[in-house]
């Protein structure tokens, strides 16, 4: 019997691209993206909002000026590296993300850890990181990192705020606790100037991620809620948000996931019943954000689930102003 190995070949290959590919609801095939792929688009994210510099510690103070106007102050005279004073060149990187659209494609949510563990939305003056090593060694610091921070970028002062340090989990989840009094009694913030001159000063003393935040409040009995990717989609390559109404300065995240079901959740239960919000899917495809929006009121254990049919593709840019657009 003979053996046709071109028709084998062909079968082997056309295999292999469906294998490659998703179907959605409406029986289209559609290449989903790679837990690789879905990094690196929020890692370059990340980069866009990065501002590197170079400091020479024995100078003491140095001083900048971010992108958005924050000023920073770091005295090199209180940089340690292995527990010795720093001496020569410092290589400092610094963050800054302020809105729900930058907060989307970078991940940088705005989720506060409970007294309990359980997290809930909070509301933002801005999420800083702030980091410095020498030739590749991290460093630490003795004494107070200080940022001077325009109330302006988050609508303006709220004397409620305080300081939170952020940690990233495994899944690349940002979870913030609420930084504990200053050993002194002193406060670690203040809000001083009035109307468009009103500055938040921030004062810490280790590196990473430092949030001015306080947690949101509504009344309204709480819920859970689930949501379902398209087809192809889990927790590896995609993201599933929560923009709050009325919050401009918030994201928070669907940050468990179902296996069994293909669904996101939030189960923590305090999503308010009746809230007014929009349920954003995100992923990466071929470089570009994929993404699609849904608006939606809080019932008691909606479940919401998302199509391919119903994504759109679109640069960084164009998904943080669909983000920033939102009411």
């Known amino acids: 019997m003979k053996t046709n190995f071109k028709n084998i070949g062909l079968v082997i290959l056309t295999s292999l691209a469906i294998m490659s590919c998703s179907t959605d609801d409406s029986g289209t095939q559609n290449q989903t993206a790679t837990v690789a792929e879905f990094k690196a688009i929020r890692q370059t ?10 400091f020479n510690a024995e100078d003491g103070f140095f001083t900048f000026t971010s992108a958005k106007g924050v000023q920073v102050k770091i005295n090199g005279a209180c940089l340690t590296k292995n527990g010795n004073p720093v001496t020569g060149q410092v290589q400092l990187e610094y963050s800054e993300v302020f809105d729900g659209g930058t907060m989307l ?12 563990g359980d997290k809930t939305l909070i509301i933002t003056g801005g999420e800083f990181y702030v980091n410095a090593q020498q030739n590749g060694v991290q460093l630490d610091i003795t004494c107070n990192i200080q940022l001077i921070i325009p109330a302006a970028l988050t609508g303006g002062g709220d004397n409620n705020m305080s300081l939170w340090d952020g940690m990233i989990d495994e899944n690349g989840n940002l979870t913030w606790d ?24 921030a004062f810490f003393n280790s590196f990473g991620w430092t949030n001015v935040d306080r947690f949101y409040s509504d009344p309204r009995p709480k819920t859970t809620i689930l949501a379902q990717a398209p087809t ?47 349920i954003i899917f995100a992923t990466e495809e ?42």
């Open 105 to 116: 494609v970078t991940n940088k949510t705005t989720m506060g850890k409970l007294p309990n």
């Open 178 to 201: 609420q930084q504990a009094q200053a050993p002194n009694g002193a406060n670690n913030l203040f809000l001083e100037g009035t109307g468009g001159n009103t500055n938040y000063y």
């Open 45 to 54: 994210a990340m980069d866009n909002v990065t501002e590197n510099f170079t």
């Open 286 to 327: 071929n470089g570009h954000w994929k993404y699609a929006i849904k608006a939606a009121t809080i019932a008691a254990n909606d479940v919401y689930i998302f199509t391919n049919a119903e994504t759109t593709v679109g640069s960084e840019a164009q998904l943080i102003a669909a983000i920033n657009a939102l009411p």
């Open 232 to 278: 192809g989609y889990d927790f590896g390559n995609s993201a599933i948000y929560l923009h709050y109404d009325g919050e401009a300065n918030a994201l928070a995240n669907l940050d468990t996931y179902l296996s069994t079901s293909n669904q996101f959740t939030e189960h923590y239960g305090q999503i308010p019943i009746g809230l007014e919000c929009h």
